[in-house]
């Protein structure tokens, strides 16, 4: 699909990228050469070990995204260990389910922190080298509730749609400085935050029946649409928002 040295000398970032759509993103990366650096505040090693077998390298720094402080050094600590920053991939996120009426601040404060406020920093820190080069790609992972109201997620659901209008907003600053800054929608995916929705039969069914292309996404789904975003094939697509749902949101 991609050439195997399509990336070969840069240095990509990710965050989330210890399970999921985030690990999937970040191997797909290494696989067309991208040297990969992971941001995570857990000592798992098992993604980094399986970039570095691919014969790129791969560096962990860790953080926590609920901790500003740490979120605005670790993109210079990274450039400074790098060499620099090519490419930006925002997927670490949380979700938290409350009916609004009893929704802990504390949830929401930690939802909001860690989705968008720590989003909208390393997005900011890496700009910053980014727009000085005159080159860059930032992707942002957004979701469905972008879109939609979600049910019993409003910390979710505000914090994605920020998200999706934060994309924006620094695409219009920062695509006559070289820098695309697009988001990814990820639809219904099988992935662990949406383990309680797959283990329930009515939501599952109800969920299945919406999707036209009759399955939950997986994470290999997004390796694709990540590689377009981060390579030269989209070089004139700024401020997009671009769903891998199978369909969900044109039913």
């Keep these: 699909m991609y050439s195997k040295d399509m990336l070969k000398g840069q240095v990509a970032v990710v965050t989330g990228a210890t399970r999921g759509i985030g690990k999937s993103m970040a191997v797909a990366l290494a696989e067309t050469g991208a040297d990969v650096a992971l941001i995570q505040r857990s000592e798992n090693e098992e993604t980094k070990r399986e970039i570095e077998s691919l014969g790129v390298r791969c560096e962990i720094f860790h953080c926590d995204l609920n901790n500003m402080e740490s979120v605005r050094s670790v993109i210079p600590a990274i450039a400074n260990e790098m060499g620099t920053v090519d490419i930006l991939v925002n997927s670490a996120g949380i979700q938290k389910r409350h ?55 409003p910390a979710y659901t505000s914090s994605k749609g920020a ?66 975003l981060a390579s030269p094939a989209s070089e004139y697509v700024h401020g997009h928002l671009l769903a891998v749902d199978g369909g969900w949101l044109g039913r």
């Design 99 to 153: 009916p609004a009426v009893e929704f802990p601040e504390e949830d929401w404060d930690q939802v909001i922190n860690i989705n968008l406020k720590a989003v909208w920093i390393l997005c900011q820190e890496a700009g910053k080298i980014m727009v000085s080069k005159n080159r860059g790609k930032i992707i942002n992972i957004a979701s469905l509730v972008s879109f939609q109201g979600g049910i019993t997620v």
């Design 163 to 228: 998200v999706g209008q934060l994309t924006k907003a620094l695409a219009n600053e920062w695509s006559s400085k070289g820098v695309n800054v697009n988001a990814i929608v990820p639809g219904y995916i099988d992935t662990d935050m949406n383990t309680a929705l797959i283990n329930d039969p009515t939501r599952s069914r109800q969920i299945l029946e919406r999707i036209p292309v009759g399955r939950w996404g997986r994470p290999d789904d997004f390796k694709g649409p990540v590689l377009f």
